[in-house]
């Protein structure tokens, strides 16, 4: 049974910083996985979706990588600023007759001025 | 702006009542989905048409009732509901059953 884990829960970093959310999951017969960003209280914004025969997504100051055999993704945010700060969840699409898409709880992050 | 909206915003009912959420899609998708997202949970998929099929009902009860008339328009009627039923509930859409999503924004639900 697919399992996707996002730690950490929470974390807080000073503006400018150059920061990395961290995607798990334990079964690596995905067909992709996608990272979302969601506001307070708002839907969900599609930031990236990287496809289980590429290594990585590159979207302005964002970049995601994904590590099948290892089962972990990675979205790395370059120069921080407080808009950045949100809830970033990933989700990934498992491959096979069980095409569910299987989501994390998501890292609560805030960047601080 | 997603392309894909959702009315009303904000909800709140009674148990006894009976009311739908609408959502629309503007960008030519082919599947549409409803999510329930409650605190401290991963988003819980609810049904999932694919060209106006359902094809997916995950243990739903059944005071909810999904609709989807065509490709571009979906609702969920609610009634009866329950206090655990409050959450906000989320209408996306994909170009078929394997793409990316693509969320509205959402209808925060209250039940009283």
């Known amino acids: 049974k697919q399992e996707v884990t996002q730690i950490p829960a929470a974390l807080s970093v000073p503006e400018g910083e150059n920061l990395v959310l961290n995607c798990s999951f334990t079964d690596s017969a995905i067909y992709n996985l996608q990272w979302f960003r969601q506001d307070p209280g708002k839907g969900l914004t599609s930031l990236l979706l990287?496809?289980?025969s590429q290594r990585e997504q590159t979207s302005g100051r964002l970049n995601a990588s994904l590590d099948k055999s290892s089962g972990r993704s990675t979205l790395y945010i370059a120069a921080s600023q407080p808009g950045d700060s949100a809830t970033y969840l990933c989700?990934?699409?498992?491959?096979?007759?069980?095409?569910?898409?299987?989501w994390g709880l998501g890292t609560s992050l805030a960047v601080n001025p | 702006e997603t392309g894909v909206t959702q009315t009303p915003r904000h909800l709140v009912m009674g148990m006894t009542n009976k009311k739908s959420l609408k959502c629309e899609q503007h960008l030519g998708h082919n599947a549409m989905y409803w999510y329930k997202q409650s605190a401290k949970k991963p988003l819980e998929l609810m049904f999932v048409?694919?060209?106006?099929?359902?094809?997916e009902n995950n243990s739903v009860p059944s005071r909810f009732s999904p609709e989807c008339p065509n490709s571009s328009h979906l609702f969920l009627h609610l009634h009866t509901l329950q206090p655990e039923d409050s959450a906000l509930y989320l209408c996306?859409?994909?170009?078929?059953?394997?793409?990316?999503?693509?969320f509205g924004p959402g209808t925060r639900l209250t039940v009283t």
């Open positions: 990287i496809q289980s």
């Open positions: 048409y694919n060209f106006k099929e359902q094809t």
């Open positions: 996306a859409s994909s170009q078929d059953l394997l793409a990316g999503l693509y």
């Open positions: 989700a990934v699409h498992n491959a096979g007759n069980n095409r569910k898409l299987i």
